[in-house]
């Protein structure tokens, strides 16, 4: 399998290990990647070889293409259990993301009002009030914390931003008072430039896990790489050491769950 570029501004519906019958929406443009970190692991590539040409999606395409497919899907009996954010970057980055949130808030409540929503972020715009108002209304507001460690960030997340600061995340973090799951990657061996990514050991599980104990989240989701990365070099972390990492994090009292 090789990385993908969604469609946009609707995908699927897709079976997601941690999510169930997913239907994405994608607020990137549907030829390319744009994301303010660059993950070597990113299932999309890397950014350099997927420059868009095309633009954003707008708030009316979106709510547009989302109501056409909850209707075709309606007509044949089916409904998702999650609308997801998620795709060829960063969703919380698009301009209007406060009320493209409203307008899914108001299509699912009139479509499928059973669905959770959902957005996958990488916690950069958290800072914004729109945005932080925008995932305090969604259900599951699912931002990543691979580490708190700033060296494996630069390394492996790639924040494209010299400004990012793992710390102030944190601090910004505490604010949403639980409602929040922190999503984490956890990889083994070395990427192609021979720099050590293996983030399971106890000096980066350690202190990520105290930051989880100051962020209380409602749940932690742990998890390793399922498809091909652009970095090819990668590892996956093995199901005992992510089980070994869930029980530490159950242990502190907060519900965690490991995919492999
Ligand atoms: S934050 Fe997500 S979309 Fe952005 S580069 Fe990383 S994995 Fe890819």
Known sequence: MSTIIYPSPIFGPVHSRRLGISLGINLMPADGKMCNFDCIYCECGFNKDHVPTLRRPSREAVATALEAKLREMRTRNERPDVLTFAGNGEPTAHPDFQNIIDDTVRLRNQYCPEAKISVLSNSTFIFKDSVFEALMRVDNNILKVD??????????????????????????????????????????????????????????????????????????????????????????????????IRDRVIAVGIACTASY
Not at 180 to 205: C, P, W, Y
């Open 147 to 244: 580490t708190v460690d700033s060296d494996y960030i630069n390394k492996v997340d790639r924040p494209q931003q010299p400004s990012y600061d793992i710390h102030k995340i944190i601090d910004q973090l505490c604010r949403f008072n639980g409602h929040v799951i922190i999503q984490s990657m956890f990889l083994k061996g070395r990427a192609e430039d021979g720099t050590d990514v293996d983030n399971t050991h106890e000096r980066f599980v350690g202190p990520w896990l105290e930051a989880m104990k100051r962020v209380q989240p409602q749940e932690v989701m742990i998890y390793t790489i399922d498809r091909e990365t652009p970095d090819k070099a990668l590892l996956k972390a093995t199901p005992a050491e992510l089980n070994a």
